[in-house]
């Protein structure tokens, strides 16, 4: 028992070894990681960087003022400056995607894997709940939730995740379906262990990369949605200078003054490019058929 | 189980779902929101307002409404549609033929771009050709739809005219109606450009065309980049197997062998998912159709649920839901019959 178990942690190590190096051989990946490492930079030190108070700080004067050396991405029509804007806003949207993939995945593997490890009736049921969602058009169910509790940034993450989860949760039943009849499973089932803890301990980190792979991605998917819902005007105050925010306040100036809005899609764009490389990579160094 | 068994089966699911998904929408537009606030505005006497309840049968229970509202839905006497200025039936049959020439157009454009990238991208496999083409669809799937559709906005109907003085393209709307009453446009189907093709009228469809060319590449843009990398990896797939190998060493040459032997399997993903995108985009880009106000169904949604216009909301959903799921099974039977290796 003791050699085997030692045995299969070198293995581990091994095979965790193998990974890093794959992924630090590939570029596109240390180019997601460099990006996304970035942005995580700007959302936790951005409010030492530049004055927290800049959203405030309106200056007519100066409205609408193209790129210079004094306003590097040019001043919005209420004379902010757009640069310090965008610091500042990086902690919005990073904070969001992260916590709406975070929950959703956690709602999505407990709900998933459940589902599908009770399978019967009570699988049938969820199974059709979740078509109901994905049937649901998604953007429009987030729009609704907003209506309901109110326009600001945490009932924005709210609506996302009443859309998100129900993706994690097919996945994740997909999975445990497949592994539940591994003779493993089967192993510990005649050991007589709970079945709880057969599930948690043993399907679910077997289960789990592909749910980790879709996750990464779907950090920036949920940052363009969650930028897009708050562009329509569903989001924060215009205080809070969240990406998609200041698009939408850029929108009225397009002809005039685009680089109102051309700077703040920008950064969603990059972040959400780097969450894609990083996701893009991880699968194939995750996917041991993919390996070559 | 036999084809048309499962298709039975699918189809009774189908239903469950449909009914699901009019309960969802009924709770979320009349009983969370208020679904008086369509009809009340500052300027509403309160007096009024136990009539339009009494009118709109808002004074009923919640669960005689939906019983209303299904019964409705058969009869296909879905109402007003505050929004959309006319009879609900009438709005979507106004609306629904402009999302689908934008997403025939849409598509179009998506694979004709996205095919052939994935095609090289697989022959190319690791080399410059195929990072560049990774890059395009990863940057395709990352972009915010709103700021892709402003900034070609800004290119094509601002930059290009007054930098260079070239003819700008329409930013907004779905065609000129001056231009339309000086040609004589008459609708005939609602698909502009089939109607002024069918009158022969060609500046009537070029115009509607040049209206339709940015929301497509809009549209495309973002799907371009799905088909690429299905296309690539559905390639290198088929390109591993025993037959193209054995093809091969029968001598027969490249172009045959991809385009012949290795193209057909490898294009039935992406049929099936070409058809969902299909089905996705039909229901409406609210996005996009919001930043051109192309007047589709996502145009539609969009408003009624801004000014929650309820009856909208609740005919809108279920439409978008019937195609997507009528799509979705139309999808998995096509898969079945391209690829008889599939069981259910």
Do not use: C
Not at chain 2, 42 to 61: L, Q, V, Y
Not at chain 2, 211 to 237: C, D, K, Q, W
């Amino acid at each position: 028992m003791e050699k085997s178990g030692s045995k299969m942690r070198e293995l581990r190590i091994r095979e965790l070894k193998y990974a890093l190096h794959l992924f630090s051989s590939n570029k596109l990946v240390l180019a997601g990681t460099a990006i996304v490492l970035f942005y995580v930079f700007l959302a936790i030190f951005g409010r030492f960087m530049v004055d927290v108070n800049e959203p405030y700080m309106l200056d007519f004067k100066n409205a609408l003022k193209p790129p210079s050396s004094e306003h590097f991405f040019g001043t919005d029509d209420l004379g902010r400056d757009i640069f310090r804007l965008i610091i500042l806003g990086a902690a919005y949207d990073m904070a969001v995607s992260i916590f709406v993939v975070a929950v959703s995945v956690a709602i999505g593997t407990v709900l998933g894997s459940i589902s599908a490890y009770l399978g019967g009736k009570f699988d049938e049921a969820f199974m059709r709940i979740v078509d109901i969602l994905f049937a649901f058009p998604g953007l429009l169910l987030a729009m609704a939730i907003q209506m309901i509790l109110g326009k600001s940034l945490f009932n924005l993450a709210l609506a996302l995740i009443l859309v998100w989860w129900a993706g994690y949760a097919r996945l994740m039943r997909g999975q445990v379906l497949a592994e539940k009849e591994k003779l493993y499973v089967r192993a510990a089932k005649s050991l007589g262990l709970p079945g709880y803890r057969t599930l948690f301990k043993h399907i679910l980190p077997n289960a789990f990369y592909p749910l980790l792979v879709s996750a990464t991605m779907d950090i920036g998917g949920v940052m363009l949605s969650a930028a897009g819902l708050s562009f329509i005007g569903l989001g924060p105050t215009p205080f809070e200078p969240e990406w998609g925010s200041l698009v939408n306040r850029g929108a009225p100036f397009l002809f005039v003054a685009p680089w109102l809005m051309f700077f703040p899609g920008l950064m969603i764009l990059l972040a959400s490019l780097g969450f894609n490389l990083v996701g893009d990579g991880l699968r194939d160094i995750l996917d041991p058929r993919l390996r070559r | 189980m036999k084809l048309y068994e499962y298709v039975i089966r699918r189809l009774a699911l189908l239903i469950l779902v449909l009914l699901g998904v009019t309960l969802l929408t009924f709770i979320l537009s009349r009983v969370l929101l208020d679904p008086l606030a369509a009809y009340v505005t500052e300027r509403t006497n309160p007096k009024m307002i136990p009539a339009i309840k009494r009118m709109h049968g808002f004074d009923r229970p919640y669960w005689e409404q939906y019983f209303f509202y299904l019964r409705d839905l058969f009869t296909l006497d879905l109402g007003w549609s505050k929004v959309g200025h006319m009879n609900m039936v009438d709005a979507i049959a106004t609306h629904f033929p402009a999302t689908a020439e934008l997403t025939i157009l849409a598509i179009v454009i998506t694979l004709i771009v996205g095919i052939p990238l994935g095609i090289v991208s697989a022959l190319k496999n690791n080399q410059l050709a195929d990072h560049a083409s990774r890059i395009f669809s990863l940057i395709g799937i990352s972009i915010p739809v709103f700021w892709l559709g402003l900034s070609l906005q800004y290119f094509f109907t601002y930059w290009i005219k007054t930098a260079y003085g070239l003819p700008a393209l329409p930013s907004t709307g779905r065609y000129d109606p001056v231009l339309a009453i000086n040609t004589g446009f008459k609708k005939i189907t609602g698909f502009i450009v089939l109607d002024s093709l069918i009158q022969g009228n060609l500046i009537m469809a070029g115009d509607a065309l040049a209206h339709l060319i940015l929301p497509a590449i809009t549209l495309a843009f973002l799907n371009i980049g799905v088909i690429t990398r299905l296309t690539r990896s559905s390639m290198l797939e088929v390109l591993r197997q025993d037959y193209i190998t054995m093809a091969k060493s029968y001598g027969l040459p490249q172009r045959l062998v991809i385009y012949k032997y290795a193209l057909k399997n490898a294009l039935i993903p992406v049929v099936s998912v070409t058809g969902l995108l299909f089905g996705g985009l039909l229901g409406g880009a609210i996005m996009t159709e919001s930043i051109f106000a192309f007047p589709g169904m996502g145009w539609l949604s969009y408003r009624a649920i801004v000014y929650n216009d309820s009856n909208t909301v609740l005919a809108y959903v279920v439409v978008a839901s019937i195609i997507y799921v009528v799509v979705n099974l139309v999808v998995d039977i096509v898969y079945a019959w391209l690829d008889p290796r599939i069981k259910y």
